[in-house]
Every structure is written in structure tokens, then in C-alpha cells.
């Protein structure tokens, strides 16, 4: 009989440190949080200090009697959840509600290693309440948000809408992101590259940098052909020649946000997807005969600390993998960002004695693309740098000055390993042209030979929507989130249907962008980036212990309170404002017909309702919607398009270019892999298909969206609605019923 109990988050886990706890130790997983707050009402009282109504979540009855049962049976329990503020808050609950006489004992682990576990379970330590207090906080602020504004939005736009206290926030940084795009007026440059020759006759480009020591400002086809008249009689001299030697540092190992972005960049998962396959290395992966082992340290974290250990470890790796000089004479020791928690270490491998490709076999084709990733990021933090010999000239033709730049690497040093992923910019502006792999030996003084000149017309492009990697990084340097939210940020506002994914860029639905018109504009002084970061910040003064955690709620709340009681008055006002009236005549009854707001969207309505139920699409919602893919046959811009079948990208170049592709749901068909797709039936009813039909036969009525069934892992569920819970996802293989509440969680 065991004579300890250990109780962790997740099954995965418990197998894992099952492997090397031996026989004296019973591992118990809760399968995440057992406790909440209720769904049917507010659960915070607000007149009484913000006392919280805990409840049982549902289904969870069954793992409480086991955890009751196991204790029963053991002499010690050791509460083990993930080492964050909700892993405190699971241990909490479990320590308040399940074993309220039992005396328990808290442990965390950042890698669940042997040594890291034998130290954690020798040295355990009382609940922190801090940390505690801190995610309770958050909660009951999402809870009041959720809970008082989501009933506003029901009332002024449409039924089945919800608003968070941060995804709101970020839904508001995408469509302001989409309102500079389309104010943005285009303009007209131009740039001049020269091709020129030195006494040997060796060509190199240079590209025009300034005119009279300044940027120069070429912004029409006339004024450009008179500076290629001026160049055309002009003598090429170089004016100065400068090498040198650069050095490129290695980046620090991940951290939760840089991890992400570069998942997104590599293999274009999506932030909650790399948190899925992170979540699985670090609990455990089967490697057979050595049995479930975790392979990467805790992956939400801030901090780009390294536990000594693993730099030795890391170092003596580099030295025999790569040699010497591949090895600095000092640990690399990176210093985290201002206002990190530090928490925890980066997110590294547990173990070196185990390279990507020696367990290649034993994990999936993602698992390994991210563990390589992460792999090879942290070795290669602990390298030198790379050192590249760059030559930089100076050419002057009269008043005008060229610029040419040449760089080669000398010594590859952490590029051996690792090579940093970005996202593609726009690139506005004349440069310094093109960085060339040689240049021929040029000294100062030396006359040039002009063979050809290159003016190219270009245009300003309008800044770039973003892309999940590239919002991360937004929200992170603004302080939106924390490493745990990042991903469930992004993942609500697609499931709400408040930003579409289209060819790897996030577009504010119209309905997202009404949605944050009404917040910005009635709830001004809650839903802005600098209030959210405050908010932050003193969410961590509370996990410090410097804040008390019902001070910050009330500090919030008793003005948020006021503004909704005076928003209250002006709800029917605001419903009005988004009616619109149309020319258009109801055909059964003659009356009006208006634009109104749906769950859906727009549609048309007859104003004579409710006497008159008339109702239908509103034609011009059909309108193609721009994306950045351009058409493979004849360049022009692809746009998104309903026709009588769903949704489809089409060449804007229509009619005469007919490329089209069907639009992706994101899911992959279940029983071929290819892309599940909306499509239209005769009748005019929307259904799912894949897209390799009519050799796959894979239908749904209902719409399936990337999100993992909590229950049994399916690795879709179905997007539903009913009139009694509003939107909810069903799983399609356990019928597992999630119904988001109208928080923070959920947007």
C-alpha cells in the first residue's frame, strides 16, 4: 500500500512521474480545476467584500471521491499542480474542499525529473496565498466584466454575444491595426540602383542613398528620369571603403510569448496549438523502453533564467557535440525583461542526453518540430556568436551618393544550430539595396565605370494586419496578458467569430469591429491598452503581497459600477443607433425593410416585427473581403467571397482570371486529413465538407472549429447554439458539452 499521496493536474503527468516515484507513491490528477465559480449566476458578492461562491464543476464528483478514497490509504498527500497561479489556486481548492481536516503539503517542480521531484517532495512549503489571492483576483475581475457587459452587448447589438476584460482589449488593437489600413493613402517612390564596374571590370550594384547629404525624395516617373539624365553624365568615384568585422549574439531560450511567435513563424501553429504540444512535452512522452519522460521544463514562464546545472550540462554538450571554439569562456547569463515574475526558468529540454533526432520515432511529426525548436534554441544560446566580415562603400556621382555593402560569414557559431524565424514586414523606404556576398577590391579614390542604371517605380504599402506571431509580440511589449493567456486570447476571438484567420492574418469580422465600436465607445476607460497593463501590474503587486486583492477589485470596480447603471438607461438608444433603415419594401406585408443585428451578423428585417417575422441575408454582406495571398496565375490580390456554395477565395481579377480555392475551417477532415470547408447546399443551408470531395464523403451540419475536447482530447468539437445556453461546442465522439461563460476566458 502506498504510504503517499501526490496529486498533480493532469493524468499525463501522473504516468510520468509514476516511472521513477516507485512503489511508496500514489499519483492522482485532478484533470485540471475542480472548483469554480458557479455558471448560472455572479458567484461574487459585491456587497460583502467580494466574497466568492465556489462551486463543483460539474462532472468532477467522480475524481473527488477518488482523491478522498486514495487519501484515505496514505500516511502524507503532497498537493503537486503546475508551479503558476492557477497550479496555487488547484492546490487551494483541493486543500480547502476536499482534505479540510487532512494536513497537506505543497510542492512544485519547473521539470519533472527525478532530482527536481525528490528535491521538490524533500522540501515542501505551505500554500502561497499570494498567488492565491492573485489568480482570485483576476478571476472575479473577468467574472464582473464578463457577467455585467455581456448582458449590455445582448441588449444593444445581439443575443449570445460576450465581452472580456483582455481579449476585448486585443480585439481593439486589431481593429485599430484595420482602421489605419484603410485610411491609408498610398504614395509613389521611387529607387535608382547603378550598375557599376571597377578598372577589372568586376561588376557590383550600388543603390542611390542621398542626394546633397540628404535622403533623397524621388517620387514621380519625371523626377526620376532627371536624376538618371544627371547620373548618365556624372563620374563615379568611390569615396571611402570600410571593413570590419560584426558580431551576432545568440538568443536568449524561450520564453512562453517567443516561443509562440516563433511556432507561428516556422510551422504556422497557432499559439493555443504550440501550448497543446508543449503541455505534452513537459508532462511526459513514451520513449518505450525508458517509458513516459518529460522533455522540456515548465512552459509558462517570463523569465530567460537557466538553472546552473543546465549550463554546465549545456556546455559540456557543446563542447564534445561542436568543439572548443564553438564554446564562450563564461556561461551566457541573459537578464529577463522589467516586470517579468521570474518565476521560473526558460523553457528548455529536461534532458541533453536526449537530441531530437535519437527519439525522433517516439513522437509526433509536431512534437518533434517544436521540441527541435526548442532544443535548439537553448543550445545554441549557450554558443558564440557569429562573426561575419562586412565591407561598406561609399560611391559619389556629383551631388548624388550611391551606397554598396557586402557581408560573409566567417564563423557560423550559434547558426550552427539555430536560426532565427521572422515575420515577413512590408518594407517601406529606399534601404541601403541589396546586401551583397562580395565586392571587389575597391580603394578610396578609384573611378568607376556606370554600365546601367535601374529605376524602379514602388509604392507605399499600408502597415500589415497581424499575424498570431506578431500580436503575441504586441501583446507582450504592452503588457496585455500574461504567458498563460496568450493563447486563449487569440483562440477566443476566432471562436467568437469576432476575427477571422485568413491566409495567416487576423481581420476583424464586421461584427468584431461593432462589437469593439460599442465597447470603446461607452466603456472608454476599461477597455484601452495602458488601463489593462495597469491592471496587470497590480495583479502582480498582489501576487507579491504588496496589494490586497479585494482593495484592487473595489478600486475597479465602484467606478465600473456607476458606468454601467448609467449605460443601462441608454441601451435602447444604442440598439437604435445600429438600425438602419433600406429602401427596400417588405414583400409580404409592404412595411420598411431595416438592417438589423444577429448572433450571425446583419441581416434584413421588416420593421413591422412582430406582427411581421419577415427576415433574409443582407446581399451586400457577400462583399469580397481583401487578403494578403495573391493569386498564383496572374498576381492580383486573392479575396474572400460567398457564393451559392459558402465562402471561397477568388482572383479579385474576376472575370477575367477565374482562379478560386475552397476556405479552410482550419480542421483537418478526420478521415483523409485534408481541409474541412464550408459549403452551401442546393437549398441554401450551410454545411461542413472536406475539401478532397467527392473522393472523401465527410459532412457536418455543424461547424467544427480547433478546439480539443477537455474530456476525452478529440481533436475537434462542433460550434452549436440553443436558445436555452447560447453558443456552446459539443465534442463529436463523446458528446461532451462545453458552454463558455460570457468572461474573460471567453470574449
Given at each position: ?628 495571398e495573391k493569386c498564383p496565375n496572374c498576381g492580383a490580390p486573392m479575396v474572400v467571397k460567398t457564393g451559392r456554395f459558402g465562402k471561397f477565395i477568388a482572383c479579385s481579377n474576376y472575370p477575367e482570371c477565374k ?89
Open positions: 500500500m502506498a504510504k503517499n499521496l501526490l496529486i498533480v493536474e493532469s493524468p499525463a503527468k501522473s504516468r510520468t512521474l509514476k516511472k521513477f516515484l516507485g512503489r511508496n507513491f500514489d499519483v492522482q490528477a485532478t484533470v485540471g480545476h475542480i472548483y469554480d465559480l458557479p455558471k448560472s449566476k455572479l458567484g461574487v458578492d459585491t456587497e460583502d467584500g467580494f466574497k466568492v461562491d465556489y462551486v463543483m464543476i460539474r462532472g468532477k464528483s467522480s475524481v473527488i471521491k477518488k482523491l478522498k478514497e486514495a487519501a484515505m490509504k496514505a500516511d502524507a498527500v503532497y498537493l503537486a499542480p503546475d508551479p503558476d497561479r492557477e497550479g496555487e489556486a488547484i492546490a487551494w481548492h483541493v486543500a480547502e474542499q476536499v482534505f479540510r481536516s487532512r494536513e497537506v503539503k505543497r510542492v512544485t517542480f519547473n521539470e519533472i525529473t527525478k532530482s527536481a521531484v525528490r528535491a521538490a517532495l524533500e522540501n515542501p512549503r505551505e500554500i502561497d496565498m499570494n498567488l492565491v489571492n492573485a489568480q482570485q483576483a483576476r478571476r472575479v475581475l473577468d467574472r464582473l466584466v464578463g457577467y455585467k457587459v455581456s448582458p449590455f452587448l445582448w441588449k444593444t447589438v445581439a443575443l449570445g454575444l460576450s465581452a472580456g476584460r483582455v481579449q476585448s482589449v486585443a480585439l481593439r488593437i486589431i481593429c485599430e491595426r484595420e482602421g489605419e489600413i484603410e485610411v491609408f493613402v498610398t504614395e509613389e517612390y521611387w529607387t535608382i540602383d547603378a550598375l557599376l564596374a571597377d578598372k577589372k571590370k568586376s561588376e557590383f550594384r550600388a543603390r542611390l542613398n542621398k542626394v546633397n547629404n540628404e535622403k533623397p525624395e524621388i517620387i514621380s516617373k519625371e523626377q526620376s528620369d532627371q536624376v538618371v539624365a544627371d547620373l548618365n553624365n556624372a563620374d563615379f568615384l568611390v569615396d571611402s571603403v570600410k571593413e570590419s568585422q560584426k558580431k551576432r549574439n545568440p538568443l536568449p531560450p524561450f520564453i512562453t510569448s517567443t516561443l509562440q511567435q516563433d511556432a507561428a513563424r516556422a510551422f504556422y501553429f497557432s499559439p493555443k496549438k504550440t501550448m497543446m504540444i508543449a503541455q505534452k512535452l513537459y508532462e511526459g512522452v513514451d520513449l518505450g523502453e525508458e517509458g513516459p519522460t518529460g522533455l522540456i521544463t515548465y512552459m509558462r514562464t517570463d523569465s530567460v533564467r537557466i538553472a546552473e546545472s543546465a549550463l554546465v550540462s549545456a556546455r559540456e554538450f557543446i563542447g564534445e557535440k561542436f568543439g572548443k571554439e564553438y564554446l564562450p569562456s563564461e556561461p551566457r547569463r541573459y537578464k529577463s525583461k522589467k516586470g517579468s515574475q521570474d518565476a521560473h526558468e526558460a523553457i528548455r529540454p529536461t534532458y541533453l542526453d536526449h537530441p531530437p533526432e535519437q527519439i525522433k520515432k517516439h513522437l509526433t511529426k509536431d512534437q518533434f518540430n517544436l521540441y527541435s525548436l526548442i532544443w535548439n534554441r537553448f543550445v545554441a544560446s549557450q554558443m558564440n556568436p557569429a562573426v561575419y566580415d562586412t565591407t561598406s562603400v561609399v560611391i559619389m556621382a556629383d551631388k548624388y551618393q550611391f551606397n554598396a555593402s557586402a557581408q560573409s560569414l566567417r564563423f557560423d557559431g550559434f547558426l550552427k544550430v539555430y536560426h532565427e524565424y521572422t515575420d515577413n514586414g512590408n518594407g517601406n523606404g529606399n534601404g541601403d539595396g541589396p546586401l551583397l556576398e562580395k565586392l571587389p577590391d575597391l580603394k578610396e579614390g578609384d573611378k568607376l565605370t556606370l554600365k546601367e542604371l535601374f529605376p524602379e517605380q514602388h509604392f507605399t504599402k499600408p502597415p500589415a494586419r497581424y499575424s498570431q506571431a506578431s500580436l503575441v509580440k504586441t501583446l507582450e511589449a504592452e503588457g496585455i496578458g500574461r504567458p498563460s493567456t496568450y493563447a486563449t486570447i487569440i483562440s477566443t476571438l476566432v471562436d467568437r467569430k469576432y476575427v477571422d484567420m485568413l491566409e495567416r492574418r487576423l481581420h476583424p469580422t464586421e461584427l468584431g469591429r461593432t462589437v469593439n465600436k460599442i465597447l470603446v465607445e461607452n466603456f472608454p476607460e476599461i477597455f484601452n491598452v495602458k488601463f489593462t497593463a495597469e491592471m496587470e501590474n497590480e495583479l502582480d503587486l498582489v501576487e507579491s503581497g504588496k496589494e490586497e486583492w479585494a482593495d484592487v477589485i473595489r478600486e475597479f470596480y465602484t467606478p465600473f459600477d456607476k458606468r454601467m447603471s448609467t449605460l443601462t438607461k441608454k441601451q435602447a438608444e444604442i440598439k437604435e443607433s445600429l438600425t438602419e433603415k433600406t429602401d427596400e419594401v417588405c414583400e409580404k406585408c409592404g412595411s420598411p425593410m431595416v438592417i438589423k443585428w444577429g448572433r450571425n451578423g446583419r441581416f434584413l428585417a421588416c420593421s413591422g416585427y412582430p406582427e411581421c417575422r419577415n427576415a433574409k441575408p443582407l446581399a451586400s454582406e457577400a462583399e469580397a473581403i481583401t487578403t494578403d482562379t478560386t480555392k475552397a476556405l479552410s475551417t482550419g480542421v483537418k477532415c478526420p478521415k483523409d486529413g485534408g481541409d474541412v470547408v464550408e459549403k452551401r447546399s442546393r437549398k441554401g443551408k450551410v454545411f461542413y465538407g472536406c475539401s478532397n470531395y467527392p473522393s472523401c464523403d465527410f459532412v457536418s451540419w455543424y461547424k467544427p472549429v480547433n478546439k480539443e475536447c477537455p474530456e476525452c482530447k478529440h481533436p475537434y468539437m462542433y460550434d452549436k447554439y440553443s436558445q436555452k445556453d447560447g453558443q456552446y461546442f459539443a465534442c463529436p465522439n463523446c458528446k461532451y458539452k462545453l458552454v463558455p461563460e460570457p468572461e474573460e476566458e471567453k470574449v
